[in-house]
């Protein structure tokens, strides 16, 4: 009796653990992939329990979750021959597990690892070796990472993997050369400012020149228009005179004696007249001016 017990109690065991071979679950942030012998039968996307055929069928697992992978740093030459070192990181997740499972090995995440260390690092050396430094302390920039994050893209599609994103953390200089790359940026950025020193002083002058050219035109018109100003006031006034003449030649006479006594008076002047001149004629007998 108790050996029958005995032999039921393993046929449970053999069955329990049979039966447990048989069974695995999926969770619902993972995908399935199940193997027979090493080679793929299937692929499981549901979450779930499922079966397999137990000591037969194996199950590999893989992240549905976007996951993140950092690249080394690694040193570049710009298209403009500057030594710099770059870091970036990569989100990617698995979106083919047949063709991850057939082109990466071994099929898991260090072996993505490695191919996108190897796709990544010849991308961007490829890319930034084209352009210059000052691409990626630009605007341009987005538009350097848009075209790395595509390339590398396209070539991870044949691997089972998208590319979500690639950003480049950090970028600087070697420190063998930092001291030289800095000098050679100090002389480029003065020689700008002294070239546009030179311009602001060329322009400066060209202003300079204009304005005085206006000056001597604006200053000779207005000599020009005060002379003729000057000479038509004049005519006007010999007009004036010529007209009043014939009325009183005396008054007019007097009028002229007045102008040469102030003309001749002025100042420290010392004249000496015999008391008949004409000259002082009106003070010496003014009831007969103009005889």
Do not use: C, W
């Not at 046929?11 to 049979?18: N, P, S």
């Not at 400012?193 to 602001?200: D, I, M, R, T």
């Amino acid at each position: 009796m108790n050996k029958y017990i005995g032999i039921g109690l393993g046929v449970l065991v053999v069955l329990g653990i049979i039966g447990s071979g048989s069974l695995y679950t999926v969770d619902q942030r993972s995908q399935a992939v199940v193997l027979q012998f090493g080679e793929l039968k299937r692929v499981v996307n549901t979450p779930g329990l499922k079966m397999k055929i137990p000591l037969i069928e194996d199950v590999t697992y893989y992240d549905k979750r976007v996951l993140n992978f950092d690249l080394p740093a690694i040193p570049i030459t710009t298209g403009d021959q500057k030594r710099i070192v770059i870091d970036t990181y990569t989100r990617y997740r698995i979106n083919d597990p047949v063709l991850f499972f057939q082109t990466i090995k071994p099929a898991d995440e260090i072996g993505a690892a490695m191919r996108l260390e190897a796709l990544i690092s010849s991308t961007v050396r490829n890319v930034i070796g084209k352009i210059p430094l000052r691409s990626l302390l630009t605007v341009e920039r987005s538009k350097v990472m848009e075209r790395i994050h595509q390339e590398v893209r396209t070539l991870a599609q044949a691997l089972g993997m998208d590319i979500v994103d690639i950003r480049i953390i950090r970028t600087e200089l070697p420190k063998e050369n930092r001291q030289a790359v800095f000098a050679r940026m100090n002389s480029e950025l003065e020689r700008i400012a002294k070239e546009n020193l030179a311009k602001g002083a060329e322009r400066a002058q060209q202003i300079r020149s204009t304005a005085e050219k206006d000056r001597a035109v604006i200053i000779a018109e207005a000599q020009r228009d005060a002379q003729k100003a000057k000479g038509e006031g004049e005519a006007k006034a010999l007009d004036i005179v010529a007209s009043t003449l014939g009325e009183d030649p005396e008054f007019y006479g007097f009028y002229r004696s007045l102008e040469t006594y102030k003309l001749a008076l002025k100042g420290d002047s010392t004249m000496v007249l015999s008391s008949d001149s004409e000259l002082f004629k009106y003070f010496s007998n003014p009831e007969k001016k103009g005889q």
